[in-house]
């Protein structure tokens, strides 16, 4: 199946859902809308993260994998039940702040992580690309976004976001920033850089997470960088550890509480702006709906994504179920894509930030948002 194709499958399956982008109703209060894109890199199991405890299949294809967790997990809607780890995300859905939404998919066929992380990061149906759709977002809508990160990943690449991470090097004197700026007085390009990076080091409180690269810790900076009227509009953050190709129920149990935690940080951080900000959380593709033989799941297909925040119209599960039948299954092994990731993050930037249809071409040109209200 060629990519564009499968893309084409994956917008055409809730055709009934698209309709032009529409404006979001009026926020709660007047904080400025905030975005924060967060990937899971390796290839979350969505099989073992929103359990379809009502399908019949479920328990034949993962027999060791559910027994771990069949009876612990915290019940949603429609049968489906979050992992035991998830206890704040099942809290944020309860109170209609978090949206998990089942059998997404980008468009890539394959199962290679990093070509499959580059066509998640540049929402394009092709390889050939040398910038991110969220750095096309934050440029049409003149935001300012920042990389929770050592370089700046492909979904921001060629705008005009900065990086931030904790340094693990020595602080250097004040005077030393002084004497830089100093030397730097004539060349405006590298005095502004200098100045911003100055500014983004006091707002993100590095003298507390010197050395601290943890997922929690950087949520939480993440949050400092953001809770200003005047600062951050977006931010990104990743998340690694998700290829669990053995020993699946202690690893992902690990991975499932530093993401719940870290989604807790950013709430706690942000205040006030919580109630203006969408969380995006996704990965690159799901895992085999069969475990395998070391207490694992290989590379799949098809997984599922959560928007989290204030913002959200959350408390429901969203997404069409394939089921997991031989012959539902992609390929007879993944769980079959129903819904597209670009479709999903079209709607989000459509109804929270406003941009129209043609804006929205520009960022997904071979995807279209989706009717459904997401943000309240």
Not at 6 to 27: E, G, I, N, Y
Not at 115 to 134: A, I
Request: with cysteine; hydrophobic share 40%; aromatic share 8%.
């Amino acid at each position: 199946m060629q990519r564009r194709q499968f893309v084409k499958m994956l917008t055409a399956s809730l055709v009934v859902m698209q309709t032009p982008a529409f404006a979001s109703t009026l926020k709660n209060n007047k904080k400025p809308s905030k975005i924060v894109w967060i990937i899971q890199r390796g290839g979350m199991d969505s099989l073992h993260t929103l359990v379809p405890t009502f399908d019949p299949d479920y328990s034949r294809l993962r027999p060791k994998l559910s027994r771990s967790i069949n009876d612990k997990l915290l019940m949603l809607d429609q049968g489906f039940g979050l992992h035991p780890a998830l206890t704040h995300m099942h809290q944020l859905y309860k109170q209609k702040q978090l949206l998990p939404i089942v059998a997404v998919g980008s468009g890539y066929g394959r199962r290679s992580h990093f070509d499959g992380q580059d066509y998640l990061e540049s929402g394009l149906t092709t390889m050939d690309h040398d910038n991110g759709w969220l750095g096309r977002a934050v440029d049409i809508k003149q935001k300012d976004a920042i990389a929770i990160a050592n370089s700046l990943p492909i979904s921001l690449r060629n705008s005009k976001a900065s990086t931030w991470y904790p340094s693990n090097l020595k602080d250097a004197d004040a005077d030393i920033y002084e004497s830089l700026l100093g030397l730097y007085q004539d060349d405006e390009l590298l005095r502004s850089r200098l100045e911003q990076g100055l500014k983004v080091q006091v707002m993100a409180g590095t003298s507390t997470n010197k050395r601290n690269g943890k997922f929690v810790s950087l949520a939480r900076s993440c949050a400092k960088l953001l809770a200003s009227d005047n600062g951050t509009d977006c931010a990104m953050l990743e998340i690694g550890g998700w290829d669990t190709h053995n020993n699946q129920i202690g690893r992902l149990d690990r991975q499932l509480q530093e993401l719940d935690q870290g989604l807790a940080a950013l709430r706690t951080g942000l205040g006030d702006y919580w109630q203006n900000t969408v969380v995006i959380v996704a990965t690159e593709f799901g895992r085999t709906a069969k475990e395998n033989g070391t207490g694992g799941t290989d590379h799949g297909t098809g997984s599922a994504m959560f928007l989290a925040g204030g913002a959200v119209k959350g408390g429901q599960v969203l997404g069409q179920w394939p089921g997991l039948a031989d012959a539902q299954l992609f390929q007879q092994r993944d769980l079959m894509p129903t819904t597209g990731v670009f479709s999903w993050l079209a709607t989000v930037l459509a109804q929270h930030w406003q941009l129209t249809d043609k804006q929205l071409a520009e960022i997904f040109p071979d995807s279209k948002s989706y009717q459904q209200q997401l943000i309240v």
